[in-house]
């Protein structure tokens, strides 16, 4: 009889052990487990100052190699106090058939105005504006608040300078009707979740197009993608190359990213 309560007692605290093993093995995996929509919002910054800053945007249009149409913009962004939103002001430079003409991205508006008709009218951020780049991708973006992620997994890719990186998969699915595009699948460095690559499809599932963010510099106290690579998802002759440039701390009024304030912008 004492050695049958000695042994019931004995399961007892190994049941007891192997249930707080299991517990704590868990709590330490769910803390080690990495959060898909922290790690898309540390990209969000690595992207996007979080300051209010200014930079030259310089898209070139190649089709099967040859140059064949280029724009220049000065983008001036910032995020509002209230809701976190990124906001961001882009005016033309260049061609000088398009210079004054402005471009405002505030919350899920869009907005085009020309000097010439001093019209603001509304535009979709799906619609191209050269090459493989569309208004959506041009004006500042926070994935984050426009994407569910959900972490696909650990992959060696290959990224935009051709070299062999270990990065993180992430899933966007849209969040919201305004973005976009309806998916992403985004590739992030698995240490610094910088963006490598991204993979941007349609509603219908399509693929739209291939992006890799490279030529990272010490821009603004981080470093961040200088250029991005636009691979069209039919025709891999088709490339557009987005140059970012001249970055500086610039203050940007809040009054600036209203529609009403367009037809008086005139910063530098």
């Keep these: 009889m004492h050695d049958s309560a000695f ?24 803390r080690a487990a990495p959060d898909a929509q922290a790690m898309l919002a540390a990209s969000d910054a690595i992207r996007n100052p979080a300051r209010p800053f200014r ?19 000065v983008s001036y962004a910032r995020t509002l106090q209230v809701g976190g939103q990124f906001v961001s002001l882009m005016r033309f430079t260049q ?8 471009m405002l991205k505030n919350g899920s508006d869009l ?22 780049a569309s208004n959506g991708d041009v004006v500042t973006v926070n994935f984050a608040r426009d994407y569910h992620a959900t972490l696909a997994g650990d992959e060696t890719i290959t990224d935009g300078e051709r070299k062999s990186r270990h990065a993180a998969k ?14 992403i699948e985004l590739w ?30 010490n821009e603004l106290g981080a470093s961040r993608p200088t250029e991005t690579v636009i691979i069209d998802g039919l025709d891999p002759q088709s490339v557009t190359l ?27």
């Excluded at 007692?9 to 769910?30: K, S």
């Design 7 to 30: 042994s019931e007692d004995r399961r007892r605290l190994l049941a007891g052990a192997a249930t707080a093993t299991f517990g704590l093995a868990w709590v330490t995996m769910a």
């Design 55 to 73: 930079v030259v945007v310089t898209l070139t249009e190649f089709e099967k190699g040859a140059q064949v149409d280029s724009t220049t913009l």
């Design 95 to 102: 061609p000088l058939r398009d210079a004054g003409k402005v």
């Design 111 to 132: 907005w085009f105005y020309d000097p010439g008709t001093k019209a603001a009218v509304r535009i979709s951020p799906q619609q191209r504006l050269i090459g493989q």
């Design 170 to 183: 992430l899933e966007l699915a849209a969040a919201t009707p305004d973005a976009t595009y309806g998916a």
């Design 188 to 217: 992030l460095d698995a240490q610094s979740h910088a963006p490598i690559k991204a993979r941007f499809f349609a509603d219908s599932g399509r693929l739209l197009k291939t992006a890799y963010y490279r030529r990272y510099q």
């Design 242 to 268: 987005v140059r970012l440039s001249d970055y500086g701390w610039r203050d940007a009024p809040t009054a600036w990213f209203q529609r009403d304030y367009l037809s008086r912008f005139t910063a530098d």
